[in-house]
């Protein structure tokens, strides 16, 4: 029994390139290269090259990149009608995971080991997941669906498909930052559920509805909702000391805060909350930042003796809501980013492929008899 690890802890699974996670200084990077420089310097679909190729693309090679992603946004009428069949009352994660699967029915991509077919995957998965996200927001309510449009960025007509209107140059640019800081985060729940189904040589498109399946759960993408439920919950400054001392006396655990690998604030919640008051500062602020700030510096006066501290989904929700978008709409929007990483891993997985089949322990019973129905 010595040798069983719960959940895997520990355990590497992979040997990979794509990312880099020190949790005790708080330093995450992509390829190499620090997240906090990308944020400042680069865009959702420049770092989506990093990591899918392993270098920053020339200026060709990016206008290529950026160009085919923009023509390829479209999406076929049937996958609409899908997506029209669905019950509104479904969550859009489910939405997306069946849209993805059926979209790999159009596009039959069995050479996984193909360069063209991994590239022309690559494109039309990070192109159409956010039409598909947009279509269902807009399908669920009675609304028709927004054609993408190509001369907008990936964050502009993203925001632009959900509302009709295109935003304002301050919001498109914090909305990309946002993509980058959710694109990759090493070996996770969803990467490692979409390498085992890479291992099995499906093809991407089945990779990355797993991937999104896995990414459903409220124990891995669905914390930021509940953060947004905690604040309001609150509801005033004055409120949180009495919450947050009530919560560590009936040991709860306080959302938004603490990480399994960070053992100071996440590198992306540093980034987020700038973020968050770059965007209140031209929209107006949230009432439920001045509660989350309070809630943070509490919580560390209580908890950072246990090093639990602010965690990626503490300032996104904020954040998100802000824009307008819809709370059950935060993880299908992490998944339109999170998508790059999880098909960098795949790529690396075929490369070098041993279909993954890890040890049980069994704990059954052996040869035991088999007694007919009308004996039991
Ligand atoms: N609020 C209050 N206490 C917390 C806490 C939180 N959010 N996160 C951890 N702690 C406490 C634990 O109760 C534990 O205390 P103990 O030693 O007295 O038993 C100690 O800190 C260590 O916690 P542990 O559960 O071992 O941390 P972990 O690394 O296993 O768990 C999480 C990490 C993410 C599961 C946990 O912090 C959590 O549930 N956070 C809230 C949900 C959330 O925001 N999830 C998104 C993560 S990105």
């Known amino acids: 029994m010595t040798d069983f690890s719960p959940g895997l802890a520990g355990i590497p699974a992979a040997r990979s390139k794509v990312s880099y996670l020190d949790g005790s200084k708080g330093l995450l990077e992509y390829r190499g290269i620090p997240l906090d420089i990308l944020a400042q310097k680069s865009h959702f679909i420049e770092t989506a090259y990093l990591l899918l190729f392993g270098n920053l693309p020339s200026a060709s090679q990016l206008e290529k990149f950026d160009h085919d992603i923009r023509m390829h946004r479209r999406i076929k009428y049937r996958i609409v009608d899908l997506i029209k069949c669905l019950p509104e009352s479904g969550h859009p994660m489910d939405a997306l995971q069946a849209s993805v699967a059926a979209l790999g029915m159009f596009y039959p991509a ?126 005033t400054v004055d409120k949180v000391r009495p919450y947050i001392e009530a919560k560590v006396r ?12 960070y053992k100071v604030k996440d590198p992306r919640a540093i980034i987020l909350q700038e973020l968050a008051k770059r965007l209140f500062e031209h929209l107006g602020t949230s009432p439920l930042y001045e509660i989350a700030v309070e809630v943070e510096k509490v919580g560390e006066e209580f908890l950072s003796d246990k090093k639990v501290y602010a965690n990626v989904d503490f300032y996104s929700g904020i954040l998100y809501q802000k824009m307008g978008i819809e709370t059950d709409f935060f993880t299908p929007i992490f998944a339109m980013a999170r998508v790059t990483g999880w098909l960098a891993h795949a790529f690396e997985q075929v490369k070098d492929n041993h279909i993954f089949r890890p040890r049980e322990i069994y704990e059954g019973e052996h040869g035991r008899p088999y007694i007919s129905i009308s004996d039991r």
């Open 110 to 235: 069995k050479d996984v080991l193909d360069p063209e077919i991994q590239y022309l995957s690559a494109v039309r998965l990070i192109a159409k997941l956010p039409t598909m996200i947009a279509a269902y927001a807009r399908l669920r309510r009675g609304d028709d669906h927004v054609q993408p449009r190509d001369d907008l960025s990936f964050a502009e007509n993203f925001l632009y498909m959900l509302t009709e209107k295109v935003p304002d140059k301050v919001m498109s640019d914090i909305f990309d930052t946002c993509l980058i800081l959710h694109t990759e985060h090493t070996m996770n729940a969803s990467t490692f559920s979409g390498l085992v189904t890479a291992s099995t040589l499906s093809d991407p498109y089945t990779v990355v509805s797993s991937a999104i399946g896995t990414l459903m759960g409220p124990l891995h993408g669905g914390a930021n909702e509940q953060v947004l439920t905690m604040l309001s919950e609150i509801g």
């Open 250 to 261: 009936a040991k709860e655990k306080i959302m938004g805060l603490g990480h399994r690998v």
